[in-house]
């Protein structure tokens, strides 16, 4: 007879604390998408409390529509208590990105069939509003994958950074802002250059916040408030962008120019809305900027590559003022000075930031996640030193 472990459950005590049904906690495990933390010789399956936060989330994105496939990409593995609330956080932002959703869903029908009662025939631009709605289900899953690689990121800078000045404070400071002037922020994310200074702004400012996505926007929105009156939301790409010539007085992009395909037409873009003596404040990368975090991948296998395109290289602190140079005079760049120490026994968040990255990563670690756990808590077991080569370039207008 299999002796009780402490902090372990069978299959089928797990599946009664987690109120679902034991062929359910099978057919994860099957799938490799719930997999027990020890199995005995004799093949029994035992799981702890800590997978109950897995479970968690697999069955919150599936009550939320995500297929078995996409929620094996997307839910956490470790249970350090940082990263489970930064997706916990996540997943609030998910459920109330769906509540708006439907409730866009249900107007639409409500608008649709009022309008079939009053004039007996089907308004077909009111219909296909509605079919555009009820297909945002790709939208909202690439918007939380987003958001969940965003956090993992933030996590180990917020732990870790020894700048005891955040780096978006650092950048709010660069802009120098005053009473009076308009600003515009292209690429604003989640809206945290805001958040994180909003007491340190003038009152009589007035501040456009855009970004491509709109799911981003609305977590900037959300973040922000639409009760202050200084701010305004707009969704528009960087490389046209709607506003007439000569209209701000500073321009932020704060690493958003190495992800625009055209570069060039971007900055001809902001050119023109700044208004003479205006100043784009753009933030970059650098060569050195964490590579520790690829020689260690690379050492664990040679075949991880951590992003399919070096961001630095398409605009980079070596690169930026030759880019910008065309459009803006009196171009300097600020180096932000810090670097991330990692604590022996703390392998979690430096983990999280690698999954998190846009390369091929996944396909190497999932499957030997433990074995790359154990290299990754070896490799840092007397600390680990990232470097950090990040700043702005600060352009003026003529």
């Known amino acids: 007879m299999q002796k009780k472990m402490e902090g ?19 057919y994860y495990d099957k799938q490799n998408i719930l997999k027990p933390s020890y199995v005995s010789p004799s093949g029994a399956r ?27 990409e997307l839910t956490v593995t470790d249970a350090d208590y940082h990263f489970m609330l930064d997706s916990l956080q996540i997943q ?18 409500v608008d649709t069939a009022d309008a079939i009662r009053r004039e007996h025939t089907v308004d077909w631009k009111q219909m296909l509003n509605l079919i555009h709605l009820t297909g945002m289900e790709k939208s909202l899953k690439n918007q939380y994958q987003n958001a969940t690689n965003i956090a993992a990121r933030i996590h180990l800078h917020h ?21 009076g002037m308009r600003i515009l922020e292209i690429g604003c994310g989640d809206g945290t250059l805001w958040t994180e200074n909003r007491d340190f702004l003038p009152d009589s400012v007035e501040i456009v916040v855009s970004d491509i996505s709109e799911g981003m926007l609305r977590d900037a929105r959300r973040g922000i408030g639409t009760e202050d009156g200084r701010f305004s939301f707009e969704v528009f790409d960087c490389q046209q962008i709607p506003y007439e010539a000569e209209r701000f007085d500073l321009v932020i992009a704060n690493h958003v120019l190495f992800y625009c395909g ?22 970059a990368y650098g060569n050195d900027h964490m590579q520790e975090i690829s ?6 296998d040679e075949h991880i590559v951590l992003s399919g395109e070096k961001l630095y290289e398409r605009f980079g602190r070596e690169n930026g003022k030759d880019l910008l140079s065309p459009y803006f005079e009196k171009i300097e760049w600020r180096q932000y000075e810090d670097l991330l120490q990692i604590p022996a ?28 756990n154990a290299f990754v808590r070896k490799k840092i077991r007397r600390g680990f030193t990232i470097t950090k080569d990040a700043g702005l370039f600060i352009s003026q207008k003529k």
């Not at 026994?345 to 790359?372: A, D, M, R, T, V």
Request: glycine share 8%; hydrophobic share 35%.
């Open 8 to 26: 372990y459950y069978s299959s089928g005590e797990f599946a009664r604390m987690a109120q679902v049904t034991l062929r359910t906690i099978r």
């Open 159 to 179: 732990l870790y950074s020894q700048n005891p000045k955040g780096w978006f404070s650092w950048i709010f400071e660069q802009c120098g802002i005053v009473s």
């Open 295 to 300: 020689g260690l991948v690379q050492e664990f």
């Open 92 to 109: 609030l932002k998910l459920v109330q990105e769906r509540i708006e959703q439907m409730q866009l869903v249900k107007d639409a029908i």
């Open 262 to 283: 055209d570069i060039s037409r971007a900055c001809s873009e902001v050119r023109r809305v700044l208004k003479p003596g205006g100043r784009f404040v753009c933030s």
């Open 46 to 72: 035992f799981y702890t409390e800590e997978d109950l936060a897995r479970l968690q989330q697999i069955l919150l994105l599936k009550y939320l529509g995500f297929s078995l496939d996409e929620i094996k």
């Open 345 to 372: 026994g703390e392998p979690e968040g430096l983990i999280s930031y690698i999954l998190s990255c846009h390369g091929n990563q996944g396909q190497y670690i999932s499957k030997q996640y433990k074995e790359f």
